[in-house]
């Protein structure tokens, strides 16, 4: 099931524009990163999503439709929007079986969305107990419960510690792997980078990418360090860019690895070390999301 955003726009009556114009697509199958700073319109955009607030104009529908007509949303949708909502002196179990009941799901769902999401050994733990990473879990639960085919999840990291995280990243191309549609949110690129096959990256409420992952970093040029007891010659090859790097090190960009490798040869210049670098990734999201102002 497809998520598609077309001209979305919300303004509140405090006369705060929060998302402007928005217009994007998430095909099944994939895991998308929304991202964008904090305040930037995505926690906004969710919510229009899932019917918690109206847009001003606009749409944004799950499978060609909006929330509202959906005629059994817990099936189509599981979302998490934040780790909190749960009786802290009810246990995951209980908490879990509540919305069951009302959904009319069996209670075997239950114990199943537990196992998936690590909770087995703590679900009759009281959750006023829990941490901030095993709540994030027992939200991913909730938004399970209903074997959704669509997964919106709002900074679903947040209070993970490192095995956490590795999880959370399985967990979330397992999904994918199963055909679903998969969107995170978050406003660190570096907490998805290793996870999702496309991005959309807004600022101030509009959209300022979206693409795959793989072409956003190839918009950036590589540079490659070079160091040497006697490398000032490659200073002044015409068409080169080279400013310099760490500890006597220069930093070449607009030429590959092997060019310069040759040209070197050629000179009789000796290399010590010859390494293409990845583009900066984080440098580029914040190039990308760098405002003078801000979205609620």
């Known amino acids: 099931m497809a998520i598609e955003v077309k001209n979305l726009t919300k303004s509140f009556g405090s006369g705060v524009t929060a998302v402007k114009d928005l217009s994007f697509s998430i095909a099944p199958g994939k895991v998308t990163g929304f991202l964008g700073p904090n305040g930037a319109g995505k926690t906004t955009t969710l919510r229009c999503l899932l019917g918690l607030v109206s847009p001003t104009s606009g749409s944004a529908t799950i499978d060609g439709q909006v929330y509202r007509e959906l005629e059994n949303p817990i099936s189509v949708v599981g979302a998490s929007l934040e780790a909190s909502g749960f009786h802290p002196a009810r246990s995951a179990r209980n908490h879990l079986r509540v919305l069951a009941a009302v959904a009319k799901i069996p209670d075997s769902r239950v114990d199943k969305v537990l196992h998936t999401v690590g909770l087995s050994e703590s679900a009759n ?48 191309r397992h999904q994918a792997g199963l055909g679903i549609t998969v969107l995170v949110s978050s406003h660190v690129l570096s907490e998805v980078q290793q996870t999702v096959d496309n991005v959309i990256i807004i600022r101030s409420g509009s959209l300022a990418y979206q693409g795959s992952l793989t072409s956003l970093s190839n918009g950036g040029l590589v540079e490659v360090v070079v160091r040497g007891p006697n490398i000032d010659p490659l200073k002044e090859v015409p068409g080169w860019s080279v400013h310099p790097g760490e500890g006597g090190s220069l930093i070449i960009t607009g030429v590959s690895a092997a060019e310069i490798g040759h040209r070197a040869f050629a000179e009789s210049i000796e290399l010590h070390e010859l390494r293409e670098k990845s583009p900066d990734l984080e440098a580029m999201f914040l190039e990308l999301t760098q405002t003078d102002g801000s979205s609620q």
Do not use: C, H, T
Request: avoid cysteine; hydrophobic fraction near 45%; charge should be positive.
């Open 125 to 172: 733990r009281k959750v006023g107990g829990y941490s901030l990473g095993m709540r994030q879990r027992l939200a991913l639960a909730v938004a399970l419960l209903g074997d959704p085919k669509v997964l919106i999840l709002d900074e679903p990291a947040n209070g993970l510690d490192p095995e956490g995280i590795s999880w959370l990243r399985n967990f979330l």
